[in-house]
């Protein structure tokens, strides 16, 4: 890459050459003049109608043109949307159903929030505090209409299901999806915290003793501390393995301690760890179901949301993994969303996107722009060693004496960091979603 941004010939044969090597095929949206959505084509044939101003760049990434004329009679094959639910990933893809050959036309890996609940947590700390100072204040009670809503989901739950539902909101404005295929996700919690198979009649007994979690665990230790065995004080339930270690809210993580024997604990959790373990008689059961209700909590609430725009049928699990070793397919997020539209294609050499939902931008920023990148910025650019890395911008550093501007960039396999912004080339510029190849 020259001085300017522009790729040099030589480097743009040897990238040109890489992606022809992996043999992955791109394809760009296509509406015609009235806005009508249209099969998907190729990107170079869609670049060869943008040259011969036959029709115009909408977006880039992913690529969408608008044709100069009306298209009558458009071709109706089925174009399947599957989508492989997941706590921290979510797999999205286009399956056509041709006469012929199935074709995959889009892939995609969104990567979902994990810092909302962090957000919350802070946000909570700072209305405390206010609050705490207005003494003139009279004391309110649980006055939010949310919280006394049934069927809640949590916030950090319900950021993630409506994510999704942006996403394909956003994709349907490109392209015909006649119907949706979902996973309906069913993990047996009681096969996570025992660590086995149960019977149908193991079910019906509770780990839990009691609907209220400590309670349950008082009344599991006979209302007795575990350490000095006192009864008739206060009790205290203790987390073996703490939550700032990313300890589980289970009751195989609980035990009952006296105030002493808590305060002397504290602290020191990792030298008690075991001691404590083998007091509750088990051994240590420290599996988090985090994850696993992020992806049981509100999937119906994603289903109605989506059943509200196209009709949608729902798979399991066992389903697509069959299809998977059958079709003789790797394992990966995009794949299984391939596998759940249950419509087998020739090839899934499609180029994979990878999706990541944006927070709003903070006004309080010191440095907006540089040389013309600002935060966020869709940037690509090639080392001395001939790596070659796309990333949106995370850090701006003007000029200070001796130290001339960088940039910071974040690539899904690399953090580039304090680059020459005039090395670097600006691909896109997002609003609401980060799309990297």
């Not at 919280?147 to 994510?163: S, V």
């Not at 008739?232 to 939550?243: A, D, F, M, Q, S």
């Not at 289970?250 to 007091?279: D, M, P, W």
Request: proline letters at 3%; one cysteine or more.
């Amino acid at each position: 890459m020259n001085s300017h941004g522009h790729w040099q010939e030589g480097q743009f044969s040897e990238r040109k050459a890489a992606e022809m090597l992996n043999n992955q095929k791109e394809y760009a949206f296509v509406l015609d003049a009235e806005g009508k959505k249209l099969d998907p084509t190729i990107v170079q044939n869609a670049w060869r109608l943008v040259r011969q101003k036959k029709a115009t760049l909408i977006a880039k990434r992913p690529m969408t043109i608008q044709l100069k004329k009306v298209i009558d009679s458009p071709n109706d094959d089925e174009i399947r949307m599957g989508i492989d639910d997941g706590a921290k990933h979510v797999g999205l893809a286009f399956v056509q159903k041709c006469k012929t050959k199935n074709k995959v036309i889009f892939v995609s890996t969104m990567e979902h929030r994990n810092d909302v609940h962090k957000l919350i947590e802070q946000r909570r700390g700072y209305r405390q505090h206010r609050r705490y100072w207005k003494r003139y204040r009279k004391e309110k009670f649980s006055n939010r209409a949310s919280t006394r809503r049934k069927e809640r989901i949590t916030p950090t739950i319900l950021q993630k299901r409506q994510a999704v539902v942006r996403v394909v909101d956003r994709l349907s404005k490109y392209i015909r999806i006649d119907s949706i295929y979902l996973e309906d996700v069913a993990i047996d919690v009681r096969v996570l915290t025992d660590k086995k198979k149960l019977y149908s009649w193991q079910y019906q007994r509770s780990n839990r003793l009691d609907e209220n979690l400590r309670k349950a665990t008082i009344l599991r230790d006979n209302c007795k501390c575990q350490l000095c065995e006192k009864r008739n004080c206060r009790l205290e339930v203790h987390h073996i393995t703490p939550r700032r270690m990313n300890g589980a809210n289970t009751i195989g993580n609980l035990i009952t301690l006296c105030s002493e024997c808590h305060s002397n604990v504290t602290g020191r959790e990792i030298e008690f760890a075991e001691q404590l373990y083998s007091k509750i008689g088990k051994k240590k059961n420290n599996v988090s179901l985090q994850y696993a209700s992020h992806v049981m909590v509100g999937k119906t609430w994603l289903r109605e949301e989506l059943s509200k725009r196209v009709p949608v049928f729902l798979t399991t699990g066992g389903d697509t993994a069959n299809k998977r070793i059958d079709w003789n397919l790797e394992k990966s997020h995009e794949i299984d969303a391939v596998c759940i539209t249950n419509l087998e294609p020739e090839s899934v050499g499609v180029k994979p996107w990878n999706v990541k939902p944006l927070r709003h931008q903070r006004k309080t920023m010191k440095v907006k722009e540089i040389l013309g990148f600002r935060h966020r910025d869709i940037v690509c650019y090639t080392f001395k060693n001939g790596e070659y890395h796309e990333g949106y911008v995370t850090a701006l550093y003007p000029s200070e004496g001796k130290q001339k501007e960088g940039l910071n960039f974040l690539s899904p396999t690399k953090h580039c960091k304090r680059v020459n912004p005039k090395k670097c080339q600006r691909l896109d510029r997002p609003d609401k979603f980060l799309w990297l190849a």
